[in-house]
């Protein structure tokens, strides 16, 4: 089992960019599809951006296509989200998962591979 950890959350203006990162440990994470998921306060958690094991496949939640990018690092078993011009609306717990799958172009999240979660505060 994949072990998650998020860091780079934190406080920004309207119009800001922070950058969240996830190291995951173990050897088979150049073989794991990732995502980023996030909950904000009082919601569901929703779907952000996933990657897939190659970087063959790239999919965004369209409230966030266009300022978010998503990478990652096979070699730091690492994966990116750089969030710009964030809203207040993408203040939430960030969270990663590893070794989902795909349904189409929907990722499907696999089931106890999340890490602790960052906060994101976009404040206006």
């Known amino acids: 089992q994949v072990q998650l950890v998020e860091s780079g959350g934190g406080l920004v203006q309207a119009g800001g960019s922070l950058r969240l990162s996830c190291a995951a440990s173990g050897r088979t994470f150049s073989s794991y599809n990732m995502g980023w998921f996030r909950r904000a306060p009082g919601k569901e958690r929703e779907f952000v951006a996933t990657?897939?094991?190659?970087?063959?496949?790239?999919y965004y939640a369209d409230s966030v296509k266009g300022r978010f990018t998503i990478s990652r690092d096979n070699a730091k078993n690492t994966v990116d989200l750089q969030m710009n011009s964030l809203k207040p609306e993408d203040t939430a717990v960030y969270y990663c998962?590893?070794?989902?799958?795909?349904?189409?172009?929907?990722?499907?999240?696999?089931?106890?591979?999340w890490g602790q979660g960052t906060q994101v505060t976009v404040s206006s």
């Open positions: 990657i897939s094991w190659n970087g063959g496949r790239i």
């Open positions: 998962n590893a070794g989902g799958s795909y349904s189409g172009n929907d990722y499907v999240p696999r089931l106890g591979s």
